[in-house]
DNA sequence: ACTGCCGGTGTACGCCGTACACATCAGTGC
DNA sequence: GCACTGATGTGTACGGCGTACACCGGCAGT
């Protein structure tokens, strides 16, 4: 029997969405609990210890409230992230639409690189492309900037998603070399180096890594990440030029 | 002060990595478990129904054996799903060098896709770049391709940095989007654009998003994942040929 | 035959997300 | 003024998770 659109028990959610919700004018503006403190508080929580340290046990914790008290405002924890998530979008500061295309698109990934960077927990629950009202914005605007140069929507799409993506995967590669340094302690690149070395060395003396060892030894700025960030960038925009004509 | 070699109570774990662990010779040939059986058994399940069901006791259920029992031979979870990430890119297709450099790292990337497409959890757990015998075999291939071209060690992993870079968030963006299909069981990318209908209208109707709701009306192609990986891939390796002269 | 060690077992603990019934309290119609 | 009602926060409890730790059986070297 197929699941025939049974009348009563549908098999969705009840089907208003967090974000429809939440624009909802507060129907008790008295309350002590808002999504918005929830959101921020749980943002703290991520900063500060790490996205497995927010609990829904702890996050009531710091709100004061007991454990159960913030599903009132997001159905579980999925929820909650999304919530988080949105939250630090809404930080991003989208202020200056910029001139050209590529000034804009380049202001854009900066700034998406500065907010994961700040919020390095993002680079584990963000897709670099989904739907919430702050992470709409970031669309929104790239694709005002890059209207009125003859591009179609589904080529504006691919040049959307070919920086963001950029964006996302190298400033996942750099927030998970970062953790890996603090959790260890390592301040510089160069203790990073030392500390890396017993568990690096095996692996270098199966002689299976002829051309990625020559690396290690001649490599000299692989400290910067800025500059690995911006010079990949650049690839990235230049690319897209030469390849749409912009 | 540098941390003199406390006789006792060390800060640092057993210091013997999983791989220099995985390559010695197994002291007894004679048992059930290895590292092979349980990474490609949680493998599977992964693959089957998802990262959140690997679990240890599902995975010893799935190996015939007690909960505990793979213990032995990895620390932790987080070391199995390393195990695991290992697993999946020695099955990457490695084989043919190709001839100039553009087109291995095509290819690479080509290949780097297929397997986040195949193993989709992957992407949740992979940085770009990383550790292990299998996943190094990456960075080794790209240094030996673009080696012999003039460019410095720095250079190298930048462009190495930006391809692997652009394939992660390009393709975690592809697999998202993906498991929001499947979740709700659409099939096309008409159904999806229905389904995804009353949470989008919301938005839209905020008016907050004009130049998205335009893209929205006007594209044809936005099903076509193959064409927009391969385009942005495109720029990408176009930027960097024209930005190092390559 | 004895012994030590390696691989698998069993039990138990603390923490997690969250379902569900209940208490409380603000605003409304009389 | 007051009972009513719905929204908001509480308390308790359950099942499942990762994993610490003590245990045991069987093979290896003597």
């Given at each position: 029997m197929s699941t025939q659109q049974a009348p009563s028990g549908d098999s969705d959610k009840p089907q208003v969405s967090l974000w429809e919700r939440l624009e909802r004018p507060a129907p008790a503006p008295r309350t002590t609990l808002t999504a918005h403190r929830i959101a921020e508080a749980a943002v703290a929580i991520a900063d500060a210890e790490g996205l497995d340290a927010v609990t829904m046990r702890r996050l009531a914790a710091d709100l004061g409230v007991a454990p159960m008290a913030a599903y009132r405002y997001v159905s579980g924890k999925d929820e909650l992230i999304e919530l988080m998530v949105d939250f630090v979008y809404g930080q991003l500061p989208l202020g200056a639409p910029a001139e050209g295309w590529r000034d804009t698109m380049r202001a854009l990934a900066v700034h998406l690189r500065a907010m994961h960077l700040a919020h390095p927990w993002t680079v584990r629950t963000t897709t670099p492309f989904s739907l919430s009202p702050n992470q709409l914005a970031v669309p929104e605007?790239?694709?005002?900037?890059?209207?009125?140069h003859g591009l179609d929507a589904d080529t504006t799409m691919a040049v959307f998603r070919t920086v963001t993506g950029?964006?996302?995967?190298?400033?996942?590669?750099?927030?998970?070399?970062?953790?890996?340094?603090?959790?260890?302690?390592?301040?510089?690149?160069?203790?990073?180096?030392?500390?890396?070395?017993?568990q690096m060395s095996f692996l270098m003396n199966t002689g299976r890594y002829p051309a990625y060892q020559r690396y290690l030894h001649e490599a000299t700025r692989k400290d910067d990440p800025d500059w690995q960030f911006e010079t990949g960038l650049d690839c990235v925009l230049t690319g897209i030029a030469t390849h749409f004509g912009l």
């Open positions: 605007r790239a694709f005002a900037a890059l209207a009125g950029y964006v996302h995967g190298s400033v996942t590669t750099e927030v998970t070399l970062d953790a890996l340094r603090r959790k260890h302690g390592w301040s510089d690149g160069h203790q990073t180096r030392i500390g890396l070395a017993p």
